[in-house]
């Protein structure tokens, strides 16, 4: 392949914010890519993907370029061109004769990859906490779980059944050229058979689709929600499932959507709109007063609590150089104020699920395991669900049905 300067020159900027500026990755390539319509497709997606490769295996590249890895390290931007030239060499990149790239030897890097695969937070680009906490959490399937977060995502899209159904949908997208397959079990789930910007697509702006993991999709499924029902979804975030349960109920009964965040919740009445779900009314979370108005209100209840989103570095691989062990072990804190709490929207006989996209039992069946004990037999666990991204290939995720008697 031959390499564009000004494509690497961009590669190098967005590095640049996302490490010395500690912007994230996500809205730094879409600013980038917004400043030059020029570029074509190609080289669109050249910035965004080598950016975020180089992002993902970040430890492993300084380990090449031999400079140490800590927290405190800021790279210079010809430290950065530098490595983004490494990274080209281990994809068998011929790199061109530009005075950026002198000093890199391909031989030398050959023999430090060599050399990496002795060291496994190296060689899988990790930071050590999270390599410690891996391997004290999952033991040995650590090793194929990690490798597996290490790839890159498949775009996967539900489709909306309050407009199409899904073969109508897989259907429209040939059309466009845009080939899709279907997923085992999961009805509405597609996954795109090509990397492109499906934000662009007239179907996704005309609410035919929402872009949802594969994994993510199994969630509200395990609310077992029926369209009469009133539901809460207590931490709905900007809405990916609860747009989920609308289609699931067919526009009918009552949705309660809330969050401690009002801009979220904003966001999900846009894309309520877009989808045509409207049996949907947010919900702020400004005082424990909201939780206790609701008080045996539910027949079903959705906690997709706060989590470390271990399970889902795929798509955000600059979280792991974010993240830090206290922030892991404070969330733990939330799932269980959330559970204790928030449980008490539930009527009798009603069902609830408790999901999280991480990869820890300590913040899945452990938390789970915790809150039916501190209930002393008032809830009991109907059926639990942990999907690997090892076994499944989609996100890491969590989740448990249960019933309060
Ligand atoms: C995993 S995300 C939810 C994702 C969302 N359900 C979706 O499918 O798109 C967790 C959400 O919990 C919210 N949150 C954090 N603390 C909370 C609390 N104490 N009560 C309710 N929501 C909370 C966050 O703002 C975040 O939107």
Redesign the pocket.
């Known amino acids: 392949m031959r390499l564009h300067r000004n494509l690497v020159a961009a590669v190098v900027e967005a590095l640049h914010q996302i490490f010395v500026e500690k912007k994230y990755a996500d809205k730094v390539i879409e600013k980038i890519l917004q400043s030059n319509p020029k570029w074509g497709a190609r080289d669109r997606a050249f910035i965004a993907e080598n950016t975020y490769e180089v992002v993902r295996w970040w430890r492993w590249l300084l380990f090449l370029n031999e400079i140490e890895y800590t927290d405190a390290y800021f790279p210079t931007r010809e430290d950065l061109w530098k490595i983004v030239g490494v990274w080209q060499i281990s994809l068998q990149t011929q790199l061109p004769d530009w005075q950026e790239f002198t000093g890199i030897y391909p031989k030398k890097v050959f023999q430090k990859i060599e050399e990496s695969k002795k060291i496994r937070k190296v060689f899988q680009s990790i930071p050590d906490w999270l390599d410690e906490i891996g391997e004290k959490e999952l033991g040995k399937f650590w090793e194929k779980e990690i490798y597996a977060l290490n790839q890159s995502a498949p775009v996967v899209i539900r489709a909306n059944t309050l407009k199409t159904t899904p073969l109508r949908l897989q259907n429209l997208l040939l059309q466009s050229d845009i080939p899709t397959v279907e997923v085992k079990n999961v009805p509405t789930a597609l996954v795109l058979q090509k990397r492109m910007n499906i934000f662009s697509s007239p179907h996704f702006k005309n609410g035919l689709f929402e872009i949802?993991d594969a994994s993510?999709q199994q969630?509200g499924t395990m609310l077992e929600v029926e369209p009469a029902m009133r539901v809460i979804?207590?931490?709905?975030?900007?809405?990916?499932?609860?747009l989920?349960l609308a289609a699931l109920m067919e526009n009918k009964g009552k949705i309660i959507a809330?969050?401690?965040?009002q801009w979220?919740l904003d966001e999900l009445q846009k894309r309520a709109k877009r989808a045509n779900a409207q049996n949907i009314e947010t919900k702020l979370?400004d005082s424990s007063k909201v939780i206790k108005r609701l008080e045996a209100s539910a027949d079903r209840l959705?906690l997709?609590?706060?989590?470390s989103?271990l399970g889902v570095l795929k798509r955000n691989p600059d979280a792991k150089w974010k993240m830090q062990l206290n922030f892991v072990e404070n969330i733990k804190k939330?799932q269980r104020?959330?559970l204790q709490n928030?449980s008490s929207m539930l009527k009798k006989g009603g069902k609830m699920v408790y999901?999280?996209?991480s990869i820890l039992p300590s913040e899945s069946e452990e938390q789970v395991r915790w809150f039916l004990s501190e209930q002393k037999g008032d809830f009991e666990l109907l059926e639990e669900k942990r999907i690997s991204p090892a076994q499944s290939g989609f996100d890491g995720f969590y989740m448990a049905r249960l019933r309060k008697k």
Do not use: F, N, R
């Open positions: 949802q993510s969630v979804d207590a931490c709905a975030g900007a809405g990916g499932k609860t989920h809330m969050d401690v965040e979220k979370i959705l997709d609590v706060p989590c989103g939330t104020e959330i928030y999901a999280t996209c």
